[in-house]
């Protein structure tokens, strides 16, 4: 009898009474076990008096909880060899152990400490908030950072779509410990958790551990957040000490939840995706007018983006830009046949390179939970793009170029850039966005 291998173990779901879903992917050849706590919250469920809370909480959970001060935390997971890690999303906060797949169960009892019995100590507080302040220096000294912010705002305006996951510095500055605690209280609740494993592990004994240590949390209600309009426009952002443009342009696409998305995931890797695709076969190799471009879709079950970002001397942003609507335009009247084949085949093997990472699988398992109720089968995701023709592809092209374009510069920008930017042919801006400023962003 043949192992079961990434190549066909698919995850199985068990719910709790609290709502609390359980997802395990056992998987015999791989000697180690990844188990994480995903938690629906993240900078879209926040207020913005209360943005960057999610990641300051994040960061907080492994400095005390009833029973553990930082040092024990830390120890404990060492002491059997594990290695912990966590992160913050705009949809979700997720907190991870990976190490033997014998100590599967530890992890999740350990994790459920962390998740459900933080004390957030006053002291250690104040000495993270210090760390997360010289993070969020460091992100607004980064032009793609600041660009990317100004995008996500000309996207979604005052949604919280648009706040960034780190938060403002003044929210930052004020946070309290009452407020953490607030805030969890709110959030964190049967019906917005999920705990997943994947390894060599013994999913019944990992639903156990999770019932012992996760069972007791109030179901509540899921945190859900009415999708976003799409504005579109134009901002630029100039910033001290940086030589170079960053240059953000996308255009809006179907939510996960839509199964037209398909069509805007393979469009991106048809039109940017490799040395060969027309952005870097064109812009980059054949022109070298940037240094660094690429294509992706941002799709979660809110929106989706399809966005092109590039770097470039200040002087080729203009020939840039309209290389690009070029490329674009021409993509809606043809799609190349050996192109769509191309653009296939790299997602396939992008598509395998997941299946062959476990805390991946996990991820994507847990926001399918959270969007849908249930876990997207392999076939179910890669079938449907991989039955994506030419005519839908070119329809796609089309109506992403009738829709408000969002363009962001950050860094170096020459003035003439927002003139010719703003009256491009072929791409549509609503509204002026904001004008050309100096400095951070707030």
Request: glycine share 8%; proline share 5%; aromatic share 6%.
């Amino acid at each position: 009898m043949t192992d079961r291998t990434t190549a066909d173990a698919e995850p199985r779901i068990t719910p709790l009474a609290n709502g609390v879903r359980v997802v395990t992917l056992e998987l015999p050849h791989v000697e180690s076990a990844c188990v994480s706590v995903f938690v629906r919250t993240g900078s879209v469920h926040e207020t913005p008096a209360l943005s960057g809370i999610s990641h300051v909480v994040e960061h907080m959970a492994f400095k005390g909880t009833a029973t553990r001060n930082c040092q024990q935390i830390n120890l404990d997971a060492e002491r059997l060899g594990a290695e912990v890690n966590a992160h913050t999303d705009k949809d979700h906060t997720a907190y991870h152990m990976r190490g033997l797949a014998r100590d599967a169960g530890r992890f999740v009892q350990m994790l459920g400490d962390i998740v459900r019995n933080g004390s957030f100590p006053q002291d250690e507080l104040e000495r993270e908030r210090q760390v997360i302040l010289q993070e969020l220096a460091e992100d607004e000294d980064d032009a793609y950072s600041m660009a990317y912010r100004l995008f996500d705002k000309l996207c979604y305006g005052r949604h919280p779509l648009a706040q960034p996951v780190i938060g403002l510095r003044r929210n930052i500055e004020r946070f309290t410990r009452d407020d953490l605690v607030a805030f969890v209280r709110r959030q964190q609740s049967g019906a917005n958790v999920v705990v997943a494993a994947a390894g060599r592990i013994d999913a019944d004994a990992v639903v156990r551990a999770a019932e012992a240590a996760f069972g007791g949390m109030p179901r509540g209600s899921e945190n859900r957040v009415p999708p976003p309009v799409w504005h579109g426009g134009f901002a630029a952002r100039r910033m001290a000490g940086v030589s170079q443009s960053h240059v953000v342009l996308g255009f809006p696409v179907p939510p996960s939840t839509d199964p037209a998305h398909g069509v805007a995931v393979v469009a991106s890797a048809l039109f940017g995706e490799g040395m060969s695709s027309p952005l870097m076969d064109e812009i980059r190799e054949r022109r070298g007018l940037v240094y660094y471009a690429a294509c992706s879709t941002d799709i979660s079950d809110l929106a989706g983006q399809f966005v092109v970002e590039a770097s470039m001397a200040p002087e080729n942003v203009e020939t840039f830009a309209s290389e690009l609507v070029r490329l674009l335009r021409a993509q809606a009247d043809a799609v190349d046949p050996v192109s769509l084949e191309r653009a296939r085949n790299q997602i396939a093997v992008r598509r395998l390179h997941v299946q062959e990472r476990p805390y991946r699988r996990l991820e994507e398992a847990a926001l399918d939970v959270f969007a849908f109720g249930r876990v997207r089968g392999r076939a179910e995701r890669l079938e449907r793009l991989m039955a994506v023709g030419a005519a839908p592809l070119r329809a796609e092209f089309a109506r992403m170029l009738q829709a408000p374009a969002s363009i962001a510069i950050a860094g170096k920008v020459r003035p003439s850039a927002q003139a010719h930017l703003k009256a491009l042919p072929g791409l549509r801006l609503a509204g002026s966005g904001s004008e050309l400023r100096a400095g951070a962003a707030a």
